[in-house]
Every structure is written in C-alpha cells, then in structure tokens.
C-alpha cells in the first residue's frame, strides 16, 4: 500500500528529503508544500557555505572529523547533545556527495580540490561555497530543478511526488482529534494524521501517514534579520499546538555584520556579510576608527558570533553610542594582501550589493549591525528526526536536535538539514514507527497548564530606560496595539544580544496584553490557544503568521526569563556569566 509522507517548507532540509523519499524505489508518495515559491527559504540567502571534513586527500592538513567536533562543542558551550554532534560531523560528507547527485558543484581552489574556506571558531578551514558567496542560491536552486524535474517525469509515469506552491499550513490534523477533547487539549500521543492549509488562500485539507516539518526559522520576530519575510515560526507553532516538546528556545543567534540599512518593503531581508570575509581578514572598527574585537576575545572578529554581536553591544554602550549605532568592517586589508579584484571575484554577490547601496568596501569602510539571524532552540527531535507526537518528524532550523548546542557553529546550519532531514526519510521508509517509539518528553519537560511563568506587571521602580519603552509599558508610556513593527521593536529591545531581567518581566506583559487585546480578537493567539483555534475560511495567510509570531515570541521570552544567567547566545547583562549547563524544556498542547 502507498504511503504518504508531507513535507512542509522548501529550504535545504524540505528539498533534500523529497529528492531522497522518492528517489528510494519505495511504495512513497511525497507531497511537498511550500508556502511562497520553492526558493523563498533561508537556505537561498545563505552565503557563508557548509563546513564539512572530506576525505583525507580533499581535507585542510591537519583537519579531521575530531575537531570539526570539538569546535561544534566549544561554540555550543557546553549544551550540545554529543551523539547529535557525532552525528552531524561525521556524517557530513554523505551528504556533501548526496548533494552532487543532484547537480550541486562546489567552488574548486587552484589545484583542483575543494577551496576550502575558515570561518569564524573553527579551528581550520573546512568550509565549503558555491558561486563565492552564493552557497545557499546554488544550492537551493540544484535542489529546486532536480525537484521539479522529478516531479514532472514522476507525474507522467508514477506520480510519486506532488509539488505545491503559495501552500500555508494552518494546523496539523491529529487523531483523536484535538477538537474532541475536554478543553481543546489533544491525548498523549495524539498522532498526526495530515495538515490543513490554504491554497492560494482556500482551505484544504490532506491526509498523510506522516509529516516532515522543514519549515526553517523565525527572524521575523526581530526589527532586523537576515531571513526572509517567510520566517515566521509556522512549523514551530504548528507542532506546539499539536502537543510537541520544544527546548532551548532562549538561544537565538544575531549575526553580527549585516549591512546596516533600512528593509525596503516587499524586499529581500538585511544583508548579510559572510563570516567568510572576516575569516580573509576584515576588521571591525568603531566610528572612530578603532579596532575594538581584541579587547573583547583573544579571536578578535573570528570569536564566535554570539561573542561578536554581544562586543559591538557592549563596546556601543562603553562608548556612549546609541543602541542601534551601526560599527564599520574594514576589507580594505584584504584588497591590499591579496591584489586588486580579490574581494570582486572572491564574494561577488556582496560586492555587487554593497556596491549597490552605494559602499565601495574596497576602498571604504561599511556600516554593519548585528541581526536576528538563527534560533538554535526548536521541536525536540532524536537522532531521526522524530518528534514527542508520533506521525511527526522535523528537521533544519525548527528542529532542536541537540547539534547545535547553546550557540550554532558557523556553516552548520545547512549541513544539519541535510544530514538530519535524510535520517527522518530513512526512518519513514524503514517502517511505520509504533506510537511507543516515538520521542519521549525529558525529564522537567513543564505540563499543559503549567508552561509559561505569570507575566507580572512592571512596576514603576523596576522600569528602566531599557524597559520603559512603548512596547514594554514602561512608566508614562502610552499603550501600543500590536503591528508586527511594535513586535520586531519589543522583542528587539527585551530579548535581542543583551537581555535584564526586567526587560523579559516587561515583554511577557506585553506579550500576555496582545494576545488578549483587540487587534488579535478571534485568532486566539497566546499559548494556551486551542490547538485548532483561528483556523476558518476567513482567515487569510497573514493573521496567521500574526498567531504564529505571538505564540513564538511568548515562548521565546518565558525560556529566556526562565534562564536567570548567560551561556550562549543568552545574555543577561544583570547576571554574572556562570550558568547551570540545563537545557530549558518546554511543552504543551494547548
């Protein structure tokens, strides 16, 4: 009998799984839905490349899987799943070779191997690019026509894979049915049984044996990031409403050197400037021209990004520059060692765009600014990418699955989609998995009911000028409706690089008051919203994204006020950095 499996979202991990669930030979049916176009995923704006160790003859000198290892653990600070690590590392050059089987070439260096990049925390160059700082389009974009042209081919003689654009999933069908039981709360295990979305903004409804959430993150939290407008915590709320166990969500990496203008609506996100052009020598420098990094971090600029973002933080507040002040990087250098043209050829894509918004970076300096940029927290998978409910796997950035630890390691955030998104096919195809061998919640995991800490009110001696904002209610300040701007500003200023704990008090509040107020009248947004709730004809693509973002924020501000000291890429600037080395647990139905 044919069985189905649906994956949900285009980028690295969704792409790579229904190339490999179709092409197993199998009885499989894969439908594949993608809520814009096939290539608005973060994957496309990934420039930086994907760190792997090959095989010996292609590897750096003195390079090994060992250390691609310890240096995933060190950035991870102590929070990573080691058997998670091992797994990712070791098996990266499968996967690396996988992705050659689907017209994916990496750039080669002048002796015909692998030119291998060196990147920031990693302790030797392992970093391989497509197109110089195109990685994530080439690779996205060999996925995308090796998609298609199977689904074309399949359509004509098996019909194995369905590909649907401008596809949002609403809500994953459960059975018993969420809907049926006291309270809204599903059973434990309920069981994914399909999705229900909206096509082209029309409800359906699909039945499937399983579901593979590769719906990646959620920077759309934030004033600025580098993801696109689709980032807007879908597959996390989705899975939180169906009864899943999520964890770690208090560590939300910002990357460091984005340039630092204004979004134009409707177009691409903040760009990024690749770790890559610090790893050739590139410098950050102050407004007055200072080189700052080495007073912060014996790696200087090549410090891993959690450290970096929270040094330009912390040198703007020393110097007495406002919050959102941009620092300059300097490539001049680069220019100057490696000859005239180097930084052209060697990342075309951010020439070209620098260009563009008017910086000649090889004979100026450009302004640059940290930015929401990877949520290292997500649905608590095992080893294969299943999740606490059964009939659920996830895989890529809405995955939590302990490779990343505490702060991601840079470059590998494509190589975990690709090599956990295989590992959920390989389990789907293997059998169907029985309800008892599914992911079991961990120990401390909170219980419906009893997830989040009460939001307490902001009195007027705890506010700050951090928290005395329009957003966070602080004293004398007028209420704010909620707007997706007023979100991004909020969560920006309570729960960005620098975080107090009264600024967290304050976000929960507010948080708490838009979930409840009028302007998200109907959609029942907070965390203890029905799992089905809002979803009707009459809610187009937008108030739900609106849902999703509220419900991720909220459980982004309650792990990260439940961790009272810094580790990570959690920072509390009114704690000293010693932390308990526990992972925050979260889970709930409804």
């Not at 990024?272 to 052009?277: D, G, W, Y």
């Not at 501000?557 to 992972?583: F, I, K, M, N």
Request: charged share 20%; glycine share 12%.
């Amino acid at each position: 009998m044919t069985r189905r499996l649906v994956i949900v979202g285009s980028g690295v991990a969704g792409l790579y799984a229904a190339l490999l669930a179709t092409g197993s030979g199998r009885d499989i049916e894969v439908v594949l839905l993608s809520k814009g176009t096939l290539e608005q995923s973060n994957t496309f704006y990934a420039q930086g490349g994907i760190s792997a160790v090959l095989a010996p003859e292609d590897a750096a000198p003195g390079d090994s899987v060992a250390a691609h290892i310890a240096d995933t653990l060190a950035a991870g600070a102590g929070l990573n799943d080691a058997e998670a690590v091992r797994v990712l590392c070791t098996e990266a050059v499968r996967d690396i070779a996988g992705l050659g089987r689907y017209g994916v070439h990496f750039d080669a260096g002048p002796d015909g191997g692998p030119a291998l990049g060196l990147e920031a925390a990693h302790s030797a160059p392992r970093i391989l690019h497509a197109g110089g700082d195109a990685t994530g389009a080439c690779i996205a974009r060999g996925l995308v026509a090796a998609v298609l042209e199977r689904a074309v081919l399949d359509r004509a003689v098996h019909g194995r894979l369905r590909v649907e654009t401008s596809a949002f999933v609403t809500e994953l069908l459960t059975e018993p049915d969420a809907l049926s039981q006291p309270g809204g709360t599903p059973p434990t295990p309920a069981r994914v049984t399909g999705v229900a979305y909206l096509a082209g903004g029309r409800p359906q409804q699909l039945a499937a044996d399983a579901v593979l959430l590769a719906t990646g993150g959620a920077g759309r939290l934030f004033a600025r990031t580098s993801n696109p407008s689709v980032a807007t915590a879908d597959g996390l709320a989705l899975a939180w409403r169906a009864g899943a166990a999520v964890r770690d969500l208090e560590f939300f990496q910002f990357h460091p050197t984005t340039l630092a203008a204004q979004e134009v609506p409707g177009g691409p996100p903040a760009l990024l400037i690749s770790e890559a052009v610090r790893g050739e020598g590139a410098v950050l420098l102050d407004s007055a021209g200072y080189r700052f990094m080495p007073d912060y971090h014996p790696d200087a600029e090549l410090a891993p990004r959690d450290v970096v973002s929270r040094s330009i933080a912390l040198h703007l507040s020393a110097t007495g520059a406002a919050p959102d002040s941009p620092v300059y990087l300097d490539a001049r250098g680069i220019e100057e060692e490696k000859g005239a043209g180097f930084l052209a050829r060697r990342f075309p894509t951010i020439t070209a765009a620098t260009l563009a918004a008017g910086y000649d970076w090889t004979a100026e300096t450009v302004p640059v600014s940290p930015a929401a940029h990877y949520w290292m927290g997500g649905v608590c998978t095992d080893l294969r990418g299943r999740t606490s409910v059964p009939g659920l796997y996830a895989a890529g950035e809405v995955a939590r699955t302990g490779a990343q630890g505490a702060n991601r390691l840079a470059s590998n955030s494509l190589l975990e989609g690709l090599v956990f998104g295989r590992r959920a096919v390989e389990d789907f195809l293997r059998a169907p998995v029985p309800e008892a061998a599914w992911l079991s919640p961990a120990r401390g995991d909170l219980k419906p009911g009893g997830h989040v800490q009460p939001a307490a009110a902001v009195t007027p001696e705890a506010a700050t000028p951090e928290t005395a904002t329009p957003e966070t209610g602080g004293t004398g300040a007028a209420e704010v409706p909620f707007t997706r701007a007023a979100l991004g500003r909020l969560m920006t200023a309570a729960a960005g690089v620098t975080r107090t704990g009264a600024g967290l008090d304050a976000a929960a509040l507010q948080l708490a008051q838009w979930a409840a107020g009028p302007e998200t009248a109907g959609l029942e947004c907070g965390v203890h919203a029905g799992p089905s709730a809002g979803h009707s004809a009459c809610l187009g693509q937008d108030a739900h994204e609106d849902r999703n973002l509220l419900l991720a924020a909220e459980l982004l501000v309650a792990a990260a006020r439940q961790r009272t000291q810094s580790v990570g890429a959690h920072y509390r600037a009114d704690t000293d950095a010693t932390s308990a080395l526990t992972h925050s647990m979260q889970r709930i139905s409804s």
